[in-house]
T-cell receptor, first 111, second 112 residues
Framework: QKEVEQNSGPLSVPEGAIASLNCTYS??????FFWYRQYSGKSPELIMF????GDKEDGRFTAQLNKASQYVSLLIRDSQPSDSATYLC???????????FGKGTTLSVSS | KAGVTQTPRYLIKTRGQQVTLSCSPI?????VSWYQQTPGQGLQFLFE???????NKGNFPGRFSGRQFSNSRSEMNVSTLELGDSALYLC???????????FGPGTRLTVT
């Protein structure tokens, strides 16, 4: 059973701080990794994707991938109250095209 | 470019009934995937259609079925509804060349 694990949180950070969200996955052959943000009552929104080991930066967001450790993380710099949401990690396994989602980490940014 | 659209947005059905949900992907996207989201199980993959063919199927009973039309629009059908089918049903599309999926607003199904 391919699994994606995330700490459910809540992760609480003050405004302006760095929020660090983590995700581990079980399928060693996984190739593609995604971070989605989901506000309460809304659908998931793709915010980052990463395919290669290392870091990928987009504005205040940095995705980090370590395939050897089967670990992917999302850093949010200068966190804002508007970043308060549930962050879902998704992984595409070695076979097939379906995404396997973690259950998400709830982030709360206080002003 | 318009995003993924889903209809209806909300639906209330009775146990034993059947329901059909519709999804229109982003223009140019040929792949449509369906997911079920519940508080307990999170987001679970139902199936994916690409160019009118089912490519992948998740671990759901045969009551859940789908199809895709030549214009890439997709429908999902659930027969003999059970209380446990109450969930947010999400459709996501991708271009087919890449794996990034973009979600629609979802259909909130309540089974009473």
């Amino acid at each position: 059973q391919k699994e994606v694990e995330q700490n459910s949180g809540p992760l609480s950070v003050p405004e302006g701080a760095i929020a660090s969200l983590n995700c581990t996955y079980s399928d060693r052959g996984s190739q593609s990794f995604f971070w989605y943000r989901q506000y309460s009552g809304k659908s998931p929104e793709l915010i980052m994707f990463i395919y290669s080991n290392g870091d990928k930066e987009d504005g205040r967001f940095t995705a980090q991938l370590n395939k050897a450790s089967q670990y992917v993380s999302l850093l949010i710099r200068d966190s804002q109250p508007s970043d308060s949401a549930t962050y879902l990690c998704a992984v595409k396994g070695e076979a097939g095209t379906a995404l396997i989602f973690g259950k998400g980490t709830t982030l709360s940014v206080s002003s | 470019k318009a995003g993924v659209t889903q209809t209806p947005r909300y639906l209330i059905k009775t146990r034993g009934q059947q329901v059909t949900l519709s999804c229109s992907p982003i223009s140019g996207h040929r792949s449509v995937s369906w997911y079920q989201q519940t508080p307990g199980q999170g987001l679970q993959f139902l199936f994916e259609y690409f160019s009118e063919t089912q490519r992948n199927k998740g671990n759901f009973p045969g009551r859940f079925s789908g199809r895709q039309f030549s214009n890439s629009r997709s429908e999902m059908n659930v027969s003999t509804l059970e209380l446990g089918d109450s969930a947010l049903y999400l459709c996501a599309s991708r271009s087919g060349d890449f794996y990034e999926q973009y979600f629609g607003p979802g259909t909130r199904l309540t089974v009473t």
